[in-house]
């Protein structure tokens, strides 16, 4: 089983910064990449962010510029910094595999205030 523990979350004001950890254990050969997603009250889950085990990157266009995904020389945490907040960046963030794994961690709150 895969265990996923997000952290970094807070509270900032827009056009400030912050960067979110997931510290990332378990059977994970079964994704390609590991990324980021977020939930807005009211709204879906989406895609913000990926890196895949060779180092590729891809970005939900909303975010590009502003946020980068990176992880450790020990391949067990994944990184999320974020520039240049905007109230819609507001939400639950979470991490998980492409493709996604089954389980879910908590989450961390971001809220941009505006």
């Known amino acids: 089983q895969v265990r996923l523990v997000e952290s970094g979350g807070g509270l900032v004001q827009a056009g400030g910064s912050l960067t979110l950890s997931c510290a990332v254990s378990?059977?994970?050969?079964?994704?390609?990449?590991i990324g980021w997603f977020r939930q807005a009250p009211g709204k879906e889950r989406e895609f913000v962010a990926a890196i895949g085990w060779s180092g590729t990157t891809r970005y939900v266009d909303s975010v590009k510029g502003r946020f980068t995904i990176s992880r450790d020389n020990f391949q067990n945490t994944v990184y999320l910094q974020m520039n240049s907040l905007k109230a819609e960046d507001t939400g639950v963030y979470y991490c998980?595999?492409?493709?996604?794994?089954?389980?879910w961690g908590q989450g961390t709150q971001v809220t941009v205030s505006s």
């Open positions: 998980n595999g492409v493709p996604r794994w089954s389980s």
């Open positions: 378990g059977r994970t050969f079964s994704s390609y990449a």
